[in-house]
T-cell receptor, first 111, second 114 residues
Framework: GESVGLHLPTLSVQEGDNSIINCAYSNSASDYFIWYKQESGKGPQFIIDIRSNMDKRQGQRVTVLLNKTVKHLSLQIAATQPGDSAVYFCAETDSWGKLQFGAGTQVVVTP | NAGVTQTPKFQVLKTGQSMTLQCAQDMNHEYMSWYRQDPGMGLRLIHYSVGAGITDQGEVPNGYNVSRSTTEDFPLRLLSAAPSQTSVYFC?????????????FGSGTQLSVL
């Protein structure tokens, strides 16, 4: 899962396996959540978003799950590929409607 | 379609110098914002704008100024650079009206202050 600090959590995944990246959020009133992917030297790239009135949303090879009871968000990547190696950020809206970003999880895809 | 364009990509400043980071978007987005990214930390909001002529402070605004004279441009000014401002800066815009959802990010400016 995500945490604040100098060392990012790392998820090592074998090519072809499914990846699950976890995120714990703090604001129970958040109504919007979003996942970004950031490759080295590039800006964050939108992956998928979900509103609090949904539990699950699917995109191309990605699924976001939202568990409001335990304030947990996850991103599932199916059939992980080398191009999926990146840092993944979750973000939630804060009490003022502004996005608050987590520190990120480094995903490393191994052959 | 260029999206969000930031210049320069790299910059080195001496303490006390001033400079402007440029940001332009060609998607006619009303919402634009600036973030800084430090190692091991999430993106932190510096300033944002919900439309031309309107700006507001984010989480870490001290030492930075912004203006929004057109829909397309949102420059970030460092008034007197300090080593604590060494960071990677990202500009972002949103297609969701004035909301900061589904942000589109530029490729970033890496700034070092000596």
């Amino acid at each position: 899962g995500e945490s604040v600090g100098l060392h990012l959590p790392t998820l090592s995944v074998q090519e072809g396996d499914n990846s699950i990246i976890n995120c714990a959020y703090s604001n129970s009133a958040s109504d919007y959540f979003i996942w970004y992917k950031q490759e080295s030297g590039k800006g964050p790239q939108f992956i998928i978003d979900i509103r609090s009135n949904m539990d699950k949303r699917q995109g191309q090879r990605v699924t976001v799950l939202l568990n409001k009871t335990v304030k947990h968000l996850s991103l599932q990547i199916a059939a992980t590929q080398p191009g999926d190696s990146a840092v993944y950020f979750c973000a939630e809206t804060d009490s003022w409607g502004k996005l608050q970003f987590g520190a990120g999880t480094q995903v490393v895809v191994t052959p | 379609n260029a999206g969000v364009t930031q210049t320069p990509k790299f910059q080195v400043l001496k303490t006390g110098q001033s400079m402007t980071l440029q940001c332009a978007q060609d998607m006619n987005h009303e919402y634009m914002s600036w973030y800084r990214q430090d190692p091991g930390m999430g993106l932190r909001l510096i300033h944002y704008s919900v439309g031309a002529g309107i700006t507001d402070q984010g989480e870490v605004p001290n030492g930075y100024n912004v203006s929004r004279s057109t829909t397309e441009d949102f420059p970030l000014r460092l008034l007197s650079a300090a080593p604590s401002q060494t960071s990677v800066y990202f500009c972002a815009s949103s297609s969701e009206g004035t909301a900061n959802e589904k942000l589109f990010f530029g490729s970033g400016t890496q700034l070092s202050v000596l």
